[in-house]
C-alpha cells in the first residue's frame, strides 16, 4: 500500500479513538451514580449544546421516568432518540430565532423548580449560541451581528463569551440564579482550553468572574464599539455605570445548592490518541492539550516541528506521531469556505510542500468544523502539487480563507457527521 494511504488510514483511525474517548454517555452515567435523585420531588433536565442530545440521552437511560420534564436545545442535526427530554434544533455558530424560544423555555423551567426539587444541566461545547436569551431591547439579529463582529476579528472563546454573558438573561450563572433555591447539578463536557467553568457554554451555573468592564475592554481590543448595534452599546455602558445588574459572582445566595462537574475534556480524547498511534506502531508524542492561537501559526510551528524530526530526529525520530489538542482562532480576511481545522491543515501543506513520508490531519471532536459539513482535513507533502495541477493555488486559498473547496477538490476533506460529543480539536502529524 502507497505510504500516503498508510498515512491517511491511520489518521483517521488514531482520530476516531480520540472521538470515541470523548463520548458522554459513560460519564454522564458514572455522574448521575454519585448523586441521590431519588430524594427529589421533580427532577428537571435542561441543557444546551452539541453534545446535549447525547448526554440527555444518557440520563434518560438512567432515570428512565424519574425525569419530570426537560429541554435541551442541540445544533441541527445533532440528535438522539429521546422520550421525556425535548430536543430544540437550533443554529450554530449564530444563534437564531429557536435558539431563543428554546432558551426562553429552558429559563420558565428553572424557574418554575422550587426547594424539593433537582435541576440537572448538560452543558457542553457550542452551548454559548445555542443559548441566546438576548437582555431587551436587543434583539436576536442584534446578538447575531455582534456574534458575527467577535468571530470574524479572530476573538477567543473566552472573550467572546465575556461579551456574550453580559448581553444574556441566562448566561454567566443566570441560569442558577433562575433555578434557586432548588438543587442544581451542572454536568459538563469541557470544550475549552483548561475547563473554566465560566467559560464552558459560558457559564450558566457557574459564578461568573468577568464584568461589564471586561466585556467592554474586548470590544476597545477589537476596535468594534462603532460597529456595535447601538442596543448593545448602551447595555454595555449601562453597565459599566452600575445601572444594569451584573452577572451574579462568587459567593451569591444562588451558588449555595448548586455543583458544577466537568466530566469530559480535550485531555481525555488526545490520551485515547495516543494509545491509538502506538498501537499502530508510531511512536506518540503529546506537543501540548492547551494550544490556542491563530489557526495558520500553529499550523506552521507543527510543520516545523515535523520536519526538524525529519531532518534531525528532534524531539523523536519517524515513525512518530506529533498529536496536540485545543482549540485555535481563525481570523476572517477572505470570502472563502472552510473552517479552523481545514485551515490548519491548508497552512501545513504549504509547510509540508515536497516532503515526503508526512501527514497533517486536524479535526473537531464534534464532527463540525465552522459552518461547513465536514470535521477537518489533512494534507501530505504532495497536496500542494495535486491542487496546482487542478488550477488550485494553495496560498491564494489560504489568503482567501478558502480551504474548504481546496480539500473537496483533492478528496482530503474529513467527513464524520455529528459525533454526539465536542472536547475542542485533536491534531495530528504522522510521519514514517
Request: charged content about 20%; proline content about 5%; some cysteine.
Amino acid at each position: 500500500m502507497p505510504i500516503a494511504r498508510i498515512l491517511r488510514r491511520d489518521a483517521k483511525a488514531i482520530f476516531q479513538a480520540a472521538v470515541d474517548a470523548a463520548q458522554p454517555e459513560t460519564a454522564v452515567l458514572a455522574a448521575l451514580k454519585r448523586i441521590p435523585t431519588h430524594r427529589f420531588r421533580h427532577i428537571f433536565v435542561l441543557g444546551a449544546g452539541k453534545a446535549s442530545a447525547a448526554m440527555a440521552h444518557a440520563v434518560e437511560a438512567a432515570l428512565g421516568g424519574h425525569v419530570t420534564a426537560g429541554l435541551v436545545n442541540t445544533k441541527d442535526g445533532h440528535l438522539a432518540d429521546l422520550k421525556r427530554i425535548r430536543l430544540n434544533e437550533c443554529s450554530h455558530p449564530v444563534p437564531d430565532q429557536r435558539g431563543v424560544d428554546g432558551a426562553r423555555q429552558i429559563a420558565l423551567l428553572a424557574s418554575d423548580a422550587k426547594a424539593d426539587d433537582l435541576v440537572i444541566c448538560l452543558i457542553s461545547g457550542g452551548g454559548s449560541a445555542l443559548l441566546p436569551l438576548p437582555a431587551a431591547p436587543i434583539t436576536l439579529a442584534e446578538k447575531q451581528d455582534t456574534t458575527r463582529l467577535l468571530l470574524g476579528c479572530g476573538a477567543t472563546i473566552h472573550e467572546l463569551n465575556a461579551v456574550r454573558k453580559h448581553l444574556s438573561l441566562i448566561k454567566g450563572g443566570q441560569l442558577a440564579r433562575l433555578a434557586a433555591p432548588a438543587t442544581v447539578v451542572s454536568l459538563m463536557l469541557s470544550d475549552v482550553v483548561g475547563d473554566p467553568l465560566d467559560v464552558i457554554g459560558s457559564g450558566p451555573t457557574a459564578p461568573d468572574p468577568s464584568t461589564f468592564q471586561t466585556a467592554w475592554t474586548v470590544i476597545e481590543k477589537y476596535g468594534l464599539a462603532a460597529q456595535l448595534p447601538a442596543s448593545v452599546r448602551t447595555r454595555l455602558q449601562s453597565g459599566l455605570r452600575g445601572t444594569v445588574e451584573d452577572t451574579p459572582k462568587e459567593g451569591d445566595a444562588c451558588f449555595a445548592r448548586t455543583r458544577n462537574l466537568v466530566i469530559g475534556s480535550n485531555l481525555l480524547a488526545v490520551k485515547a490518541a495516543a494509545a491509538k498511534a502506538k498501537d499502530l506502531g508510531y511512536k506518540p508524542v503529546v506537543l501540548s492539550t492547551t494550544i490556542e492561537g491563530e489557526t495558520k501559526d500553529v499550523a506552521f510551528m507543527h510543520a516545523a516541528i515535523a520536519r526538524e524530526a525529519i531532518a534531525t530526529g528532534r524531539p523523536a525520530k519517524p515513525p512518530v506521531c506529533f498529536i496536540s489538542g485545543g482549540e485555535t482562532t481563525v481570523t476572517i480576511r477572505g470570502d472563502g469556505l472552510g473552517g479552523r481545522n481545514q485551515e490548519f491543515a491548508l497552512a501545513a501543506a504549504i509547510v509540508l510542500d515536497g516532503q515526503p513520508g508526512v501527514l497533517a490531519f486536524s479535526g473537531g471532536t464534534d464532527g463540525t468544523d465552522g459552518p461547513t459539513d465536514a470535521a477537518g482535513a489533512m494534507a501530505d507533502g504532495e497536496s500542494v502539487q495535486r491542487a496546482a495541477k487542478l488550477g488550485l493555488n494553495a496560498a491564494l486559498s489560504l489568503g482567501r480563507n478558502d480551504s474548504y473547496h481546496f480539500f473537496d477538490a483533492l478528496g482530503d476533506l474529513v467527513k464524520t457527521g455529528p459525533t454526539g460529543t465536542n472536547v475542542m480539536d485533536v491534531r495530528l502529524m504522522l510521519l514514517r
